[in-house]
């Protein structure tokens, strides 16, 4: 049975920082796409980043670029995903998801969300 489960989210005050981490189980990596997505209240579900550990492409929305960076533990099965400088605007839930090949908001399996609020 293929899981995702999402974790690290939190209150933080604005400018500070969290770290994200999606435990993947039932599949290996290869080929798959892990990416972080995030729906802020009344906001349609937005992509925020997107890697493919099996080699290392990786890519993220404008709003986050230069803040947010992804990453993988391929032994631990486990994505990353480091949030520096928040802001109020990143307040939302997050969702890790996975498919192949890359990141959509149409992926096949997605986690359950973990909530991320800063406070201005």
């Known amino acids: 049975e293929v899981q995702l489960q999402a974790s690290g989210g939190g209150l933080v005050q604005a400018g500070g920082s969290l770290r994200l981490s999606c435990a993947i189980s039932g599949f290996g990596f290869d080929g798959y796409a892990i990416g972080w997505f995030r729906q802020a209240p009344g906001k349609e579900l937005e992509g925020v980043s997107c890697i493919r550990p099996s080699d290392g492409s990786i890519d993220y929305s404008d709003s986050v670029k230069g803040r947010f960076t992804i990453s993988s533990d391929n032994a631990k099965d486990t994505v990353y995903m480091q949030m520096n400088d928040l802001g109020p605007e990143d307040t939302a839930v997050y969702y890790c998801?996975?498919?192949?090949?890359?990141?959509?908001?149409?992926?096949?399996?997605w986690g359950k969300g973990t909530l991320v609020t800063v406070s201005s």
């Open positions: 998801a996975a498919d192949l090949p890359w990141c959509l908001k149409t992926m096949h399996y």
